[in-house]
Nanobody
Framework: QVQLVESGGGLVQAGGSLRLSCAAS????????MGWFRQAPGKEREFVAA????????GYADSVKGRFTISRDNAKNMAYLQMNSLKPEDTAVYYC??????????????WGQGTQVTVSS
């Protein structure tokens, strides 16, 4: 079972940047794609970004395209989400999870504790 620990969230002004980190346990980290998701108060959890196991391909939700960058370091079992030009509507709890890259389907039935991102206007 993969353990997931997100970190790096915080309070930032609109236009600012944050870098989220996701630490995953297990020796097969490079064998699966990773995704970032977010859930704002009163809303459904939504897909943000995904990256293939090798890191060679990435995909983004339209709402973050051009502002967010997903990356990974397989040697460290880490995934990252660099968030630039943040907007108040990016405020949410952010989660990482193993995903099927093509369908964005989450491959586990649990989530980590997430990391809160709050963007003030």
């Amino acid at each position: 079972q993969v353990q997931l620990v997100e970190s790096g969230g915080g309070l930032v002004q609109a236009g600012g940047s944050l870098r989220l980190s996701c630490a995953a346990s297990g020796r097969t980290f490079s064998s699966y794609a990773m995704g970032w998701f977010r859930q704002a108060p009163g809303k459904e959890r939504e897909f943000v970004a995904a990256i293939t196991g090798s890191g060679g391909n990435t995909g983004y939700a339209d709402s973050v395209k051009g502002r967010f960058t997903i990356s990974r370091d397989n040697a460290k079992n880490m995934a990252y989400l660099q968030m630039n030009s943040l907007k108040p509507e990016d405020t949410a709890v952010y989660y990482c999870a193993p995903v099927a890259f093509g369908t964005r389907m989450v491959l586990v039935d649990y989530w980590g504790q997430g990391t809160q991102v709050t963007v003030s206007s």
